[in-house]
C-alpha cells in the first residue's frame, strides 16, 4: 500500500505548526511543497558547485554545465522525449505558452483553438496573438459536468485551425481532458497541438510521443520542484524552424553589427543566464518521483478525491463543481450563503490551507454565474486525516454563519 504519512515526512514544511495546529496542505494545485532531496539539491548546488554554465574553461563552470545540461536530459528521459534538443528550460507553464505564442507564425484569419475551462495562461496570450495578427480565437464549449464534449471540440475545427491550444488537467474543476482524441481531430483537421500539462504532470506519468502532441508545457513547482523553472517541449523538427524568443547571450552562434546567426534549439530560446539552480532542483523532483510508484499514486489521490467528495456530497449546504467522469484529485465547492474567502479564512483558523478565489479562470467562474469558488487539491503526501480535517473545518464554517 501507499503509505502518504511516511511520505510526508519527506516534506519539511508539513512539520511546522500553522496557527499552533498540524499544517493541512490543500493548496497543491496552486503550489506543492518540496521535498527535502529537492531543497538539498539546489542548497548543495550553490555550496559546493555554483558557477555560469555555458563557455566557461575552468572546472567550475565545466561541473556546472555538466549539471545543468544533465538535468536536460533528465526532463527528456522523464517525459520520454525523443532528445534533450527538445527540452528548453522556462520560467514555468505561462513564459512556455507565451514562447509558443511569440514564435509561432500566425497569420491573418488563422483560428486558434483553445477550451472553455482554460486557465488565463491559456487564454490571454492568445488574445495578444490575435490582436497582433489578426487571427481569430475559436473557443470549445463545456457542459455542466466541466466536460469538453468531443463533438463540440470537433465541431469548431476548421482547415483555417493552425494551433490548438488544450488543458491536460483544469486546474479548478479537476477534469482530465481526452487530450489524445483531441490531437487526432486537431492534426486530421492539420492543426499543431499544445498542451498545457501543468497540472497533470504532478499526478500521473507524462509520455509526449504517445500522446502525440507537438507542444507540451508544465512548470516545476506544480510537481515538488522549485518555483521560477519550467519547460517547453517541442518537436525538434518543429522547434528548428521557429524564430529566437527573446535575444541575448548564449542564443547566438556568431554575432556582428551586420548580422547575427542564432543557434541551435533548445539555446536559440534560451537567451541569458538561465535558471541554472531551477533546473537542477527540477531534475531532482523528478528523480524523487521516479523512486516512487506513480501508479500507486494515482491510485492513492483518486481514493483521496472519492472519499471527500462522497463526504461532502453529504453535507446540504455544498455544492461541488466540476463532476467530469473522468478527473483529477482537485474539489471546487461553494457553502451555501458563505464566501469561499471566508471558507479560506476560517479554515486557515484550523490550519487547513486552501485555495478561494477565481483560480484565474473566470470564464469558468462565468459559466457557473459565481464569482468565486473554494477549492481543495490533493497531492501524494496527503491523507484520509487531511480530508476529515477538511470536512470538520467546514462544518466549523457552517455552524457559524447558521
Known amino acids: ?80 522525449a525523443k532528445s534533450e534538443r527538445e527540452i528548453i528550460f522556462t520560467r514555468g507553464t505561462t513564459e512556455s505558452i507565451n514562447l509558443v505564442a511569440s514564435t509561432f507564425p500566425f497569420q491573418k484569419d488563422d483560428e486558434i483553438l483553445i477550451t472553455a475551462i482554460e486557465h488565463h495562461s491559456n487564454i490571454v496570450p ?18 455542466d459536468a466541466g466536460e469538453i464534449p468531443l463533438d463540440s471540440f ?45 497540472q497533470a504532470i504532478p499526478h500521473f506519468e507524462i509520455d509526449v510521443q504517445a500522446l502525440g502532441c507537438d507542444f507540451y508545457a508544465f512548470s516545476g513547482h506544480k510537481m515538488y520542484g522549485p ?12 522547434l528548428k524552424e521557429l524564430p529566437p524568443y527573446q535575444g541575448g547571450g548564449d542564443m547566438i552562434k556568431t554575432v556582428s553589427f551586420e548580422k547575427t546567426v542564432y543557434n541551435d534549439p533548445p539555446y536559440r530560446f534560451e537567451a541569458g543566464t538561465p535558471h541554472i539552480a531551477g533546473a537542477i532542483g527540477l531534475a531532482a523532483a523528478m528523480d524523487y518521483l521516479k523512486k516512487l510508484d506513480r501508479k500507486a499514486i494515482v491510485k492513492h489521490e483518486e481514493e483521496l478525491l472519492q472519499y471527500a467528495t462522497q463526504t461532502l456530497e453529504k453535507i446540504k449546504e455544498v455544492k461541488i463543481y466540476g463532476t467530469a467522469s473522468h478527473k483529477a484529485s482537485v474539489i471546487s465547492f461553494v457553502i451555501q450563503g458563505v464566501h469561499p474567502h471566508d471558507i479560506g479564512t476560517i479554515l486557515d483558523m484550523e490550519g487547513i490551507a486552501i485555495r478561494a478565489g477565481h483560480h484565474c479562470a473566470q470564464p469558468v467562474m462565468d459559466y457557473y454565474k459565481i464569482p468565486a469558488t473554494a477549492r481543495a487539491s490533493f497531492a501524494l503526501y496527503n491523507t484520509q486525516e487531511d480530508v476529515d480535517s477538511l470536512i470538520a473545518g467546514i462544518k466549523k464554517v457552517i455552524k457559524m454563519f447558521a
Request: proline share 3%.
Open 1 to 80: 500500500m501507499f503509505n502518504a504519512s511516511a511520505i510526508k515526512k519527506d516534506f519539511p514544511q508539513l512539520s511546522v505548526k500553522m496557527r499552533g495546529k498540524d499544517l493541512v496542505f490543500l493548496d497543491n494545485g496552486a503550489s506543492t511543497q518540496k521535498p527535502a532531496f529537492v531543497i538539498e539539491s539546489e542548497r548543495s548546488f550553490y555550496e559546493k558547485s555554483y558557477a555560469n554554465v555555458h563557455r566557461g574553461v575552468y572546472e567550475l563552470s565545466e561541473k556546472a554545465t555538466l549539471m545543468y545540461e544533465g538535468a536536460r536530459k533528465v526532463a527528456a528521459q522523464f517525459i520520454n
Open 126 to 143: 492568445w488574445q495578444m496573438v490575435c490582436e497582433k495578427t489578426g487571427a481569430k480565437l475559436v473557443v470549445a464549449p463545456m457542459n
Open 154 to 198: 470537433k465541431a469548431k475545427l476548421s482547415p483555417r485551425t493552425k494551433l490548438v491550444s488544450i488543458v491536460h488537467v483544469s486546474n479548478v474543476l479537476g477534469t482530465i481532458n481526452p487530450v489524445v482524441e483531441m490531437t487526432k481531430l486537431s492534426h486530421a483537421a492539420g492543426a499543431k497541438v499544445l498542451i498545457d500539462g501543468a
Open 227 to 238: 518555483t521560477g523553472i519550467g519547460i517547453l517541449w517541442g518537436r525538434e523538427e518543429i
